[in-house]
């Protein structure tokens, strides 16, 4: 899936809006029609590689991953209802009632384009204080009609860097602390980065 970055200009509105005007590739179409779907039923924050990706790191990735408010069983057949009849598949299981039971015990499930399995949306109900945290903070990513949230800066660099710590992430937090380095807040990473050590203790 094509995903080379052309960002023509980037700009914040205000502390949490960026306005960014790219060229929309595959991976941001795929990530765009996903979205759609899930802001229409729940709360979300997209985290992890495809922010960096999003903002012209130009690498490859399988999965997309998201954090979801907790949602009841009702509000979460109509989701999977909705994805099922728009084309994805979940890869871990087919019954409803098990997809579920899987993210209320705190575990992630991936859904693709039927008949696919890469790349993925890796889907999980925030549960961990810094998780549920990330919706507090989350930017606003403007393109064209379409906009996408991600959770915060600080964010996206104390979880690649303290909690993943792949050479992979480590080179994602230090392409977003360099591109944004006169808005990042380091104190706020390094609060962070106690929180993640905490939890993970």
């Known amino acids: 899936m094509e995903n080379n970055t052309d960002i023509r200009n980037m700009e914040f509105v205000d502390n949490r809006t960026i306005k960014l005007d790219k060229t929309i590739n595959d991976l941001d179409r795929f990530v765009l029609k996903f979205i759609r779907i899930l802001e229409k039923h729940a709360d979300y924050v997209i985290v992890s590689g495809y922010v960096s990706i999003l903002f012209g790191r130009s690498r490859a990735t399988e999965d997309i991953d998201i954090f979801v408010k907790g949602l009841n069983k009702e509000s979460f057949d109509a989701l999977y ?12 299981a ?23 399995t890469i790349p993925n949306f890796e889907v999980k109900f925030a549960k961990r ?73």
């Open 81 to 92: 209802t909705e994805l099922k009849n728009s084309g994805y598949w979940c890869l871990n």
């Open 94 to 116: 087919e019954s409803t009632d098990e997809v579920y039971s899987y993210l209320q015990e705190g575990l992630s499930v991936r859904f693709a384009d039927e008949g696919e």
């Open 129 to 201: 204080k810094s998780a549920l945290m990330a919706f507090a903070d989350a930017l606003t990513v403007i393109m064209a009609d379409d906009k996408i949230r991600l959770s915060s800066l600080e964010r996206q660099i104390a979880y690649k860097r303290y909690y993943l710590k792949s050479d992979k992430d480590l080179e994602d937090a230090f392409y977003i602390e360099n591109l944004f380095k006169e808005r990042i807040n380091l104190g706020k990473v390094e609060l962070l980065q106690r929180m993640i050590e905490d939890e993970m203790a």
